[in-house]
C-alpha cells in the first residue's frame, strides 16, 4: 500500500518548504494537508506570512480519508492514510 493524497497534490515536506516555495503557486488559493494537520498548520501559517493565500486543510489526510475523498498513491499501489 502507498501513502495515500488528494489527487494532484504536490509532497513539499516541510522542513524544505523555504527552499522550495517557488514551487507552491502564488496567483491561486493552496491548500495544505499533511496526516493529521499539525505540520500543515505550520506551513500554511508561513505561506500566508509570505504573502500566498494558504488554507490548512482540517484533520489532515486522516479526516480526508473518512470524509471517503478520492485518494491516489504512487504507482499501482492502493492509497492508505497511515
Known amino acids: ?17 523555504g527552499e522550495r516555495a517557488g ?7 493552496v491548500y495544505v494537508v499533511c496526516r493529521s494537520g499539525g505540520r500543515s498548520a505550520q506551513a500554511t501559517m508561513a505561506l500566508n506570512q509570505a504573502g500566498w493565500d494558504a488554507v490548512n486543510v482540517a ?5 480526508w480519508h473518512q470524509a471517503a475523498f478520492d485518494m491516489a498513491s504512487e504507482g499501482e499501489s492502493e492509497p492508505t492514510v497511515i
Do not use: F, N, S
Request: proline fraction near 10%.
Open 59 to 63: 484533520g489532515g489526510m486522516r479526516a
Open 1 to 17: 500500500m502507498g501513502a495515500g493524497h488528494a489527487p494532484g497534490a504536490v509532497h513539499i515536506p516541510l522542513r524544505t518548504l
Open 23 to 29: 514551487e507552491v503557486p502564488k496567483d491561486q488559493r
